[in-house]
C-alpha cells in the first residue's frame, strides 16, 4: 500500500514538473515573439518628414570614447539646446582626427505627434526603418532580458525532470531556487553594453555561466565523475567571459592552461577509483596538516607576484570606470582567486575533502570583485557556490567518515 502510494506522489510531482515546463517554455516563447514583433514594428516611418537642419555639436571631449582600433566608433553630439541628438559612425582612422567641439550639421525628422529622428544626412525611408528599429530594440531589451530568464529556468526544469532520479529532493529545489534566483536578478540589474558588446549577449553569458557552475557544483558534491564533463563547458564559458569584458586573465590564464586538461585528468582519475558498493560514487579523502600550510604559503606567493605582473598590463575596458586603484585591487584579487582556483583543481583531481574549503574562499573573492564590477547576476552564482559548498562538504565528511570506520575491523583482523 505504502510502495502504491510513493508511486503516485512521484507520478503527480512528475507530472508538475512537466506542466510548469510547458508553462516556462510557452512563457518564453511568446516574450521572445513579442520582442520580435516589438523590434520590427516600423510603421509610423510613413509619418516621418523633414523638419529642418541644425548643427549638432560634439558632446564629449576627444578621445572620452576610449576606442581602441574598433571598426565602428559612435560619437554623440546634441543641438546646443540639448533638444535633439545625433549619433554618427565614425571609422577609427577618423575617429582618431575628430577634434574636441566638432559639429555636424543634422537633419531633424519629425511626426506630427512630436517624435523626433536625426542623421546627418537626408534620411531615406529605409534610413526611417532602420533607426526606428535601432530604437525598438533599446526599448525591447527588458523584453528579450525575460525572455532568457523564462527559459533558463525552463531548461532547469528540463534537467531535473529528465535526470530526477540522480537527484535527491533538497537537490532539486536548491537547483531550481537558484536558477529562478539569478532569472529574477537579471532582469532586475540588466547588463550595460560593453567594450562595444551588447548588454543581452554578456547577461546571457553570465546566465549560461550560473546554470553550468551550480549543475557542476552538484555533481561534485555527489561524488559524480560527471562533474567534469560539465566543467568543460564552465571553462569554455568563462574564458569567452574574460575575453569580452577584457578583464581577469589570470583566472583566464589558468582556465585555459590548466582547468581544461585538468577536468579532463580528473575525469579519468575519478573513474578508475569508483566506490566499492556504488560505482556511480567515486572515493574521496582528506588531506595532512602540514601540507595544508605550505599550500597557503604557496597561495600566498602567487597572489603577490602574479597580481603585480597584471598590474603592470594596461588593457583598456569599460569596467570600473576608469578607476585605476580599483583595477589593481581587483588584478590582486583575480591573482588570488586564480591561485586558489589551481589548488582547487588539484584537491578535486586528487578527489580530497580540502577542496571544499578552497571553494569557499573563491566564492568570497570572487563575489567581492563581482560587486565591484557591478556584476549582480553573478552574486546568485556564488550563493550557489556557498550553500552546496556546505551540502558537499557534509555529504563529503561523512562518506570520509565511514570509510575509516569500516577500515578498523580490516586493521584489526590483519594484526590478528
Known sequence: MKGNQSARTVRTVRIVKLAFIVITAAAALFLAISSAVSINDTGDADKYSLSGTQIFVRVTAAGEEEYEDETVCPVEFKTP???????????????ENLPTG?????????TPDGSSLCFDREA?????????????????????GAAMAVALVC??????TIWDRIFTAYEQIWFISIMVLAAAVSVMFPEEDCNGINGLIIMALYLADTFLNILCELLISKQSKWNFIVSIFVEITEIVICIV??????????????WLPCDIISFINWHKHPDKADDELTQVRTL???????????????????????????????????????????????????AVGVVNGVFILLRLREQWIAWYISALLEAVINIISGQFVLLVLKVGYIT?????????????????????????????
Open 124 to 144: 531615406t525611408h529605409d534610413d526611417i526603418k532602420a533607426a526606428l528599429k535601432d530604437e525598438n530594440a533599446t526599448e525591447s531589451t527588458p523584453l528579450v
Open 102 to 110: 566638432a559639429s555636424v550639421t543634422g537633419y531633424i525628422y519629425e
Open 388 to 416: 552546496n559548498t556546505t551540502y558537499g562538504y557534509i555529504k563529503w565528511t561523512k562518506y570520509i567518515k565511514g570509510l575509516e570506520k569500516s577500515a578498523v575491523p580490516e586493521r584489526i583482523e590483519k594484526k590478528n
Open 288 to 338: 595532512k596538516g602540514w601540507q595544508e600550510a605550505a599550500i597557503i604559503a604557496g597561495i600566498v606567493v602567487w597572489t603577490v607576484g602574479i597580481g603585480y605582473l597584471l598590474t603592470t598590463i594596461n588593457i583598456d575596458t569599460d569596467l570600473f570606470a576608469g578607476n585605476d586603484t580599483i583595477r589593481v585591487v581587483v588584478c590582486y584579487l583575480d591573482a588570488c582567486v586564480s
Open 81 to 95: 539646446d540639448g533638444k535633439y541628438t545625433l549619433t554618427v559612425n565614425y571609422s577609427f582612422e577618423d575617429w
Open 155 to 160: 531548461i532547469a526544469l528540463a534537467v531535473i
Open 245 to 258: 569584458l577584457a578583464y581577469r586573465f589570470a583566472t583566464l590564464a589558468s582556465t585555459l592552461f590548466f
